[in-house]
């Protein structure tokens, strides 16, 4: 509920508390000082209390949160307000106000807005754009060094009032601007109260001007040395050691500033000139010497200075001060001051001195950025200005100052009241009037045709015949004699609390303040001597000449006294007014919770007070009538629409008006009771309804996550689902690309083959990929035999067989050690080389009925039989039986088996003159033979190229099993040619 209340549960606008009191409001503010959220809202009116701490709320990450965001979708922040001005959003003109007493925070709000505007304008990085983007933040620093003071309330107040129009081409980059400066507190520049500072400026040149520049300035670094700097509290008027300020620091911050927004070299220099002549005139006492002021004695060479600061002649200074040029009748008489005069003459010079100073670098910033009319698409402004003073002693200032917030005050209710009623009429909402306090007889008691300033300016020139202030009090006790918002002790003698004679009190909206009538005609007059002014349009320094071009006329024109200070003050306001008004108003309400500047300590009572002069029980009461919240359509469906089956997530009711009032009668919201449809806008009546939705909305959020979570788990999902099924497929394509790489490379190497002398038997293969591992294996296969048929070829054809048959048994013998094995010629039978097994092995033949089958193989030699002896045996394999005959008896048939049953495997020893052969039986005894005709490799051939006995073993010893008893046979080469057996232990060895 990001739009309603706070993290802390605080309500985020204060229209949406029940109970609409001061009470209330103090309450909540109370709470978000506390928890350290220092705003709320009153609809579009940003509420403020100045936490006295540091918070990280400012940064660049939480402007990128308020961005194109509508106020209430955010915790509410003057980032919020600040975005509502910009032109992105609204390319309309637009002011921002921002009240509050001193020490409330309005600087600080405006540099948020100023920072805000900055960086979300529109990123254009043209040196032009930069420059006026540059110069106007800038400015802050240069503007509170010469219009900000240490003050007992705040440490850094502004003495003057702020208006500053921000000027935005049609893309929403700042691209000029113009600065107002209102009611400079000039008074300061020569007294101020206990504790208090003067401008900041003068410390920050004492402190941080290098010893050459204070040289030239013939300034000591010390701030006693000079009256108008000179405190009560020492420690606190150090140089460089005002409280929370360094002064070295910001000066050198100043000058640069200045550079930067476009100063001269020789107008900063002028500037430093001004200062310092005012501090050395500060110094310049006065006695009367005989009924006219002369310069007290020793200071003179002050004097001196001043005149050579103001680069003018030393004697036209001392005149300036000591008398006063008079035109009369065509005369030109010198009319001599008194001491006190001359005194009083020298502070207005000064103030005055300061007083044009200011104008002129606000008038030196506002040539550097201003912009012409048809550059400019919308204006922004921003006011700061003084908030509603009551002091121990109020005088003329608080007057203005009070005057000026009842005007602000008064226009805040105008126009958030114009605001509404505009809006109802445009949305076709009835309208509900509104009782609201009326400022308006008190702007008039002050500003009105015979009002207040109206009488000052009669008395500042006179017409009031008694140009004293006494006189004026009394002319002002009969004039407001009836005005209920005046009173003196002349009209209330029974009023003990007011002085009689100087005291009046004027009933503000804000609460009574009683003024003192004491210095209203003086400072009313404002009078700077013409002689001052001449004096200084006389200096040879072009800055100041240009500061003082009044002082032209020639000394026998009689000038024409210019309007009161008061007059002129009010003609400001109402311009500022008319400006203010020309423009949609945003109003930012500062408060300060208590007066020692303390992150902790809230009072209630003085911030019950700032509720009450600020209006804002009022303001809540005026938004609230009637409706409490209004919504763009489309924006009350953004938030909501997931509460109601129609428009979620889209609805097809023709237009969003339409789809609130089906979301609306889903939630059983009756229409004119809890809201009103108007033509772009619901209205919401009660906060109560609001609740009612936030609370539907915060159960279907729930609803809504989970659906986008498996949502976006399934596009997930199918995200990687893909990105594999496309991985597969290239995978697929690589391996089919190395499969057709690889064997198209093979087909290359093996294309003149045939032509080769080795017939490719040197080509390399190379590693082929897995997959056709086993079919590379078969063409290699091929390509071996496809090499034999040419081997083979070759020779005579009764030889293949034999070639065939060694082929066959390559696994058993490559690398056995049995080399040569294939070599020698193979008979198949040894028969024919003895006639008697020759004719043994006829006779047999003929008397086997069965057939004795194709005789593959016939040797003779010596059997292993039981202890180890050797028994002379032929052994005769035909193609179907294996046959033992005794070679001592006629070839007697021993033994004849079917030869499938008989043979499981054959074993051979791996050394080649060895002609021992093993014969491994199934269930019988192995038969062990060493021939003394016949070839036991052979013998292996013919057993698996015919018989597919597979299993041929190579090896140094041989198990057998021979008369049942398992053992082992190995062999040892014959020194005779003979075989014989030999017992070696449980193991036979057979000597051949
Ligand atoms: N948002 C803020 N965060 C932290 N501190 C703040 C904030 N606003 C104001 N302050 C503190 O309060 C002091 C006074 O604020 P600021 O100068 O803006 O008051 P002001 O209303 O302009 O006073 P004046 O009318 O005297 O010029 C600041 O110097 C700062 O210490």
Request: net charge positive; aromatic share 8%; hydrophobic share 35%.
């Amino acid at each position: 509920m990001a739009g309603l209340v706070s993290p802390s549960g605080l309500s985020n606008d204060l229209t949406l508390l029940d109970k609409i009191d001061s009470e209330s409001v103090v309450d909540i503010l109370d709470k978000r000082f506390q928890t350290g959220s220092p705003y709320t809202y009153i609809g579009e009116v940003v509420v403020s209390i100045n936490p006295y701490r540091q918070l990280n709320i400012y940064g660049n990450d939480v402007i990128n949160e308020y961005r194109a965001r509508e106020m209430w979708e955010k915790q509410p922040h003057i980032f919020a307000l600040a975005e509502s001005v910009s032109p992105n959003n609204q390319g309309k003109n637009a002011c921002v106000i921002i009240t509050g007493e001193s020490g409330s925070g309005k600087t600080e709000a405006s540099k948020i807005v100023m920072k805000y505007l900055a960086a979300v304008s529109s990123q254009d990085d043209k040196a032009e754009i930069e420059r006026v983007r540059d110069i106007l933040l800038r400015t802050n620093v240069i503007l509170e060094s010469f219009g900000n003071a240490r003050t007992g309330r705040n440490d850094n107040s502004s003495r003057f009032g702020k208006y500053m129009d921000i000027s935005f081409d049609f893309k929403g980059t700042p691209n000029g601007g113009n600065i107002h400066s209102y009611l400079l507190e000039k008074s300061r520049v020569v007294q101020r109260s206990a504790g208090e500072r003067n401008f900041h400026s003068f410390y920050q040149l004492l402190a941080g001007a290098n010893d050459q520049l204070l040289t030239s300035l013939s300034l000591k670094r010390s701030i006693s040395g000079y009256r108008y700097t000179k405190g009560d509290d020492t420690q606190a008027m150090k140089v460089g050691s005002g409280p929370g300020t360094d002064d070295r620091k910001l000066f050198k911050d100043v000058e640069m500033a200045m550079k930067n927004v476009g100063f001269q070299d020789h107008e900063i220099k002028s500037i430093w000139r001004l200062m310092s002549a005012i501090l050395h005139l500060g110094n310049v006492n006065f006695h009367d010497d005989g009924d006219s002021a002369a310069i007290r004695e020793g200071n003179e060479s002050d004097l001196a200075r001043v005149a050579k600061l103001l680069d003018v002649d030393v004697e036209a200074v001392k005149d300036a001060l000591t008398s006063r040029t008079v035109s009369a009748g065509g005369d030109i008489i010198s009319a001599k001051h008194s001491a006190e005069k001359a005194e009083h003459g020298r502070d207005g010079f000064a103030k005055a001195i300061y007083e044009r100073l200011f104008s002129f670098i606000v008038g030196k910033i506002n040539s550097k950025i201003q912009v012409e009319k048809r550059h400019t698409d919308c204006v922004i402004g921003v006011l700061d200005i003084y908030g509603f003073e009551v002091l121990g002693i109020n005088s003329f200032e608080q007057l203005c100052i009070n005057y000026a917030n009842e005007m602000l005050q008064q226009l805040f209710i105008q126009l958030v009241l114009k605001q509404q009623q505009e809006e109802y009429i445009r949305e076709n909402i009835s309208w509900v009037d509104v009782k609201y306090h009326n400022n308006q007889p008190i702007c008039d008691l002050v500003e009105g045709r015979r009002g207040m300033l109206a009488l000052l300016e009669d008395a500042a020139g006179g017409g009031l015949g008694k140009a004293t202030d006494d006189g004026l009090l009394e002319t002002l006790d009969s004039q407001f004699k009836a005005n209920k918002f005046y009173t003196s002790r002349r009209n209330e003698p029974q009023d003990k609390t007011l002085e009689h004679g100087h005291q009046f009190r004027i009933r503000h909206y804000a609460g009574d303040v009683t003024y003192s009538i004491n210095g209203f005609i003086d400072k009313s007059k404002d009078l700077v001597f013409q002689d001052f002014k001449r004096l200084l349009f006389g200096s040879k320094q072009p800055a100041i000449s240009s500061m003082w071009k009044d002082g032209a006329q020639a000394k026998s024109i009689v000038t024409k006294r210019p309007p009161a200070a008061g007059t002129l003050f009010k003609q400001s306001m109402q311009e500022l007014i008319k400006n203010l008004s020309s423009k949609e108003p945003f109003y930012i309400r500062c408060i300060k919770p208590n007066e020692i500047k303390s992150p902790q300590r809230f009072d209630t009572n003085r911030v019950a007070h700032q509720v009450a002069y600020l209006g804002l029980v009022e303001n809540i009461r005026v938004r609230k009538a009637g409706f409490a919240v209004r919504q763009p359509y489309d924006r009350f469906l953004q938030r909501y629409k997931l509460i109601c089956k129609e428009t979620w997530p889209n609805h097809r009711l023709g237009s969003d008006k339409k789809a609130v009032e089906v979301l609306c009668k889903s939630m059983k919201i009756k229409k004119d009771e809890d809201v009103a449809y108007g033509n772009t806008k619901l209205f919401i009546r009660s906060a109560k309804t609001l609740n009612l939705l936030e609370a539907r909305r915060d159960v279907k959020i729930i609803d809504v996550i989970i659906f986008l979570q498996k949502h976006w788990r399934r596009t997930l999902a199918q995200i990687r689902f893909k990105k594999m099924r496309a991985l597969m497929t290239i995978i697929e394509y690589y391996r089919k690309y190395k499969l057709r790489k690889y064997i198209s490379d093979l087909e290359k190497k093996f294309r003149n083959v045939r032509q080769m002398p080795d017939k490719g038997k040197s080509i390399t293969w190379g590693a082929p990929p897995k997959s056709i591992l086993s079919t590379v294996d078969y063409f290699k296969l091929v390509f071996r035999r496809w090499c034999a048929h040419f081997v083979i070829s070759r020779l005579p054809k009764e030889e293949h067989e034999g070639v065939k048959m060694r082929a066959a048994i390559l696994d058993a013998y490559v690398g056995s050690g049995r080399q040569g094995w294939q070599g020698g010629e193979w008979k198949t039978d040894y028969i024919k080389t003895n006639p008697e097994f020759n004719m043994a092995v006829s006779t047999l033949r003929t008397k086997e009925k069965e057939g004795l089958g194709k005789l593959l193989f016939a040797a003779e030699g010596i059997k292993l039989s039981s202890k180890a002896k050797g028994t002379p045996r032929a052994l005769l394999i035909t193609d179907k039986f294996v046959l033992k005959m005794d070679s001592t008896k006629k070839y007697k048939v021993m033994d004849k088996k079917p030869v499938s049953e008989t043979i499981k495997s054959v074993s051979v020893f791996n050394e080649p003159s060895s002609k021992s052969v093993v014969l491994h039986c199934e269930g019988r005894n192995d038969l062990v033979m060493a021939f003394s005709t016949g070839n036991p490799v052979e013998l292996t051939a013919i057993l698996r190229y015919k018989l597919n006995v597979e299993k041929i073993n190579v090896q140094s010893r041989i198990p057998i099993t021979v008369e049942k008893k398992s053992s082992s046979l190995t062999r040892e080469a014959s020194i005779d040619q003979s075989a014989s057996f030999q017992k070696r232990g449980n193991d036979v060895s057979v000597l051949d």
